[in-house]
Nanobody
């Protein structure tokens, strides 16, 4: 199977930056896409950033101009650089991937356990 493990979350002051990382491990055959989602207490999970196999990206409206998603295909990692953080960015951030492992017939969705990001004013 495949596991996704996030890292880099923590407490940061408003206006500062933080970078999250996600490592995909297991016997991976291919990765169709990787993405970051977030969920704040009492709110639904929402898309933060998405990167396709061809490198194309899209972002949630709140992330445009502030956040950048990148991917290292050799290391099977994806990163989320977050600049100018605001208290409203406080949430659990989840790594998501559509990944095919060896022995599987097609890709399926995987989720990490999440990493907490807290932004203080």
């Amino acid at each position: 199977q495949v596991q996704l493990v996030e890292s880099g979350g923590g407490l940061v002051q408003a206006g500062k930056s933080l970078t999250l990382s996600c490592l995909a491990s297991g016997t991976i055959y291919s990765i169709d896409l990787m993405a970051w989602y977030r969920q704040a207490p009492g709110k639904q999970r929402e898309l933060v950033a998405h990167i396709s196999a061809d490198g194309s990206t899209r972002y949630g409206y709140f992330a445009k101009g502030r956040f950048t998603i990148s991917r290292d295909k050799v290391k099977n990692t994806v990163h989320l650089q977050m600049l100018s953080l605001e208290p409203e960015d406080t949430a659990i951030y989840y790594c998501h991937g559509e990944i095919q492992f060896s022995g599987a017939f097609r890709a399926r969705a995987y989720w990490g356990q999440g990493t907490q990001v807290t932004v203080s004013s």
